[in-house]
């Protein structure tokens, strides 16, 4: 059984930062992509950002220059700092992953979110 689980949310005054983790743990044969989207009150869910397992990136036209993603292809983790936090980045934030378990197919997986909240 695959997991994806995410840690890290939390309150923050804006102007702060935070970093979110997310572990993928499991019977894996191979990951993917890995990414972090997030969804704020009555929106719709949105990228924020993806990473290769060659490490190249993908971010949100918005979010570049204040959110960076890496990843640990060894932990099978991903990251995502978040610097000069604002109001509006508060949501839920999810971790996915592109996981090939042992003897099952291709499939992408999700955490189970973790709240940000920035105040002002």
């Known amino acids: 059984q695959v997991q994806v689980v995410e840690s890290g949310g939390g309150l923050v005054q804006a102007g702060g930062s935070l970093r979110l983790s997310c572990a993928a743990s499991g019977s894996i044969f191979s990951i993917g992509s890995m990414g972090w989207y997030r969804q704020a009150p009555g929106k719709q869910r949105e990228l924020v950002a993806t990473?290769?397992?060659?490490?190249?990136?993908n971010y949100a036209d918005s979010l570049q220059g204040r959110f960076t993603i890496s990843r640990d292809n060894a932990k099978r983790m991903v990251f995502l700092q978040m610097n000069s936090l604002e109001p509006e980045d508060t949501a839920v934030y999810y971790c996915?992953?592109?996981?090939?378990?042992?003897?099952?197919?291709?499939?992408?997986?999700w955490g189970q979110g973790t709240q940000v909240t920035v105040s002002s």
């Open positions: 990473i290769t397992s060659g490490g190249s990136t």
């Open positions: 996915n992953a592109r996981i090939t378990p042992h003897r099952h197919p291709t499939g992408d997986y």
